[in-house]
Every structure is written in C-alpha cells, then in structure tokens.
C-alpha cells in the first residue's frame, strides 16, 4: 500500500504528459502533409509563369520534377528552402531541364508573375553553374487552382492575417504526374535528391525522407519559423519512461512477493 500514492502520483504524470501533446498537436491542427503517394496531378490545372505564360501541369511537367511549395512574400522559412534546392542542384550531378526539372508554385493567389520573376532572379543568382531557364520555373495561379493542387499532394496550410503558416518540402513527381516522395525539411542532401529523382524517372515510389522534421518540430506562427517541439518531445518521452517504470515496479513486485 506504501507505494499506492506513488502509483497515484504517475498516472497523474502520465496524463498530464498526454494533455502536453495533445496540446502541441492543437498548436499545428491544420498545418502539415497527408501523404499521397501513388496518386496522380490533377494535370489540366493552368498557372503562369514568371513571365506571364499560361501552361497546364501538363505541359509543365514532362519529366522527373520537384515541386516546392511556397509564397514569394515570405522572408523565413521560404527563401531557407529555396536556397537548400540551390545549394543541392549546385553539386547534384544530373543535368536540369534534360534528367528533372524544378516546380516552385506559390500557394497565395494574391502573387504576380513579377514576384514570381524577381524570386527567380534571387534564386539564379546563387546557383553556380548555367541553369536554363525551364529548367526552374516559378508559378502563381488562382486561389482555387491551387487549392486543387495542395489537395491532391496533402499539402496543408492556414492563413495568418496577410502570411501563410505551411508545411516545408519538396514534392516529387514523375513524368507522368504521378507523386513519388516527399522530401521534408529546408535542406536536402544532394544524394537524396539524385535518388528521388531517379526513381521518379522509373516511376517507382520511395519511402519519404526526414519525416523526424513533424515530431519534433512546430511552426512557431509569432516567429514565422519552425521552433523544436519540447511539448510533443516531453510527452513521448514521459510516456515510454512511465510504461518502464511501470513494467519495472510491477515485476519487482511479484518476484517479491512471488
């Protein structure tokens, strides 16, 4: 009986720890992937490019591509990703626009063609070698083309006043429009990103990388940025050390008294 407040004092523990994640999870209902993999593009879907030509997914996508979605007003987590792609196609060996081809769609229907152009131009400027220019294309489109786009990837993303809380990947997807991996996380190492495209070129369909990044991170709405998620880590943590502690003093128990 001596232990029986102790025993009290742990299931305590333990709920508590679960209403710690269940409120880190509320934090980002909402925001985040439902992966769907093996699923098609909604392909007649039109957006412009940073020129202001119109083109279908289609037309866009005739090859192994990585589609990252972004909005080009946003100063943190956005340019970190495209700047991950830039630094990994710099050392990547395949060759754009003939092996893959890169997809940069904003999810704002509020963005412009000239937005579009002058985040290309940012992002052009950092890559080292002659990159052609279909080789990376950068799109808006209208707020229900893209809607139809983030569904059909389980992209999800919220509105915060005029800035967009959203999850940060890159989708890739074969030639025929078929979605084959999801890479998470704003950096990418350059043999991961070789072999998600090669696979898309046989149309295979990979397991995704990093998917750590959801666990233990969160977007932080005040920061504009992805914060590491003590909360959920807390909670997982407290649950796996009360169920061996539990199993420990039960089985101390019985050989005691056994």
């Not at 980002?28 to 997914?57: C, H, N, Q, R, V």
């Not at 807390?234 to 502690?245: C, K, T």
Request: proline share 4%; charged share 25%; aromatic share 12%.
């Amino acid at each position: 009986m001596k232990k029986f407040p102790s025993l009290c004092l742990l299931i305590t523990l333990f709920f508590f720890s679960l209403s710690f994640h269940s409120a880190a999870n509320d934090e980002i209902t909402g925001i985040g992937i439902d992966e769907k993999l093996g699923s098609y593009l909604p392909l007649d879907i039109a957006f412009k490019d940073e020129k202001g030509s119109s083109a279908t997914l289609k037309n866009l996508i005739t090859k192994p591509t990585a589609i990252a979605l972004i909005y080009y007003r946003c100063g943190n987590v956005c340019m970190p990703l495209l700047e991950g792609i830039s630094e990994t196609i710099n050392v990547m060996k395949l060759e754009p626009e003939k092996d893959y081809s890169l997809l940069t769609i904003s999810i704002d229907g509020s963005d412009t063609p000239q937005m579009a152009m002058e985040k290309k131009n940012d992002c052009f400027k950092r890559l080292n070698q002659k990159f052609p220019e279909n080789g990376w294309r950068f799109l808006t489109g209208t707020t229900d083309n893209i809607k139809r786009l983030t569904d059909s990837v389980g992209f999800r993303y919220k509105k915060d006043g005029d800035e967009f809380l959203h999850p940060v990947a890159l989708i890739i997807i074969s030639s025929d429009g078929k979605i084959v991996r999801y890479l998470y996380g704003k950096t990418f190492l350059p043999f991961d990103l070789k072999m998600s495209l090669t696979e898309a070129a046989q149309g295979r369909i990979g397991s995704s990388m990093n998917r750590v990044l959801p666990l233990c991170f969160k977007y932080d709405p005040q920061g504009k940025r992805y914060v590491f998620n003590i909360l959920r880590v807390y909670g997982v943590v407290m649950i796996v050390f009360l169920v061996v502690f539990i199993y420990f003093l039960t089985r101390k128990r019985k050989n005691k008294y056994g």
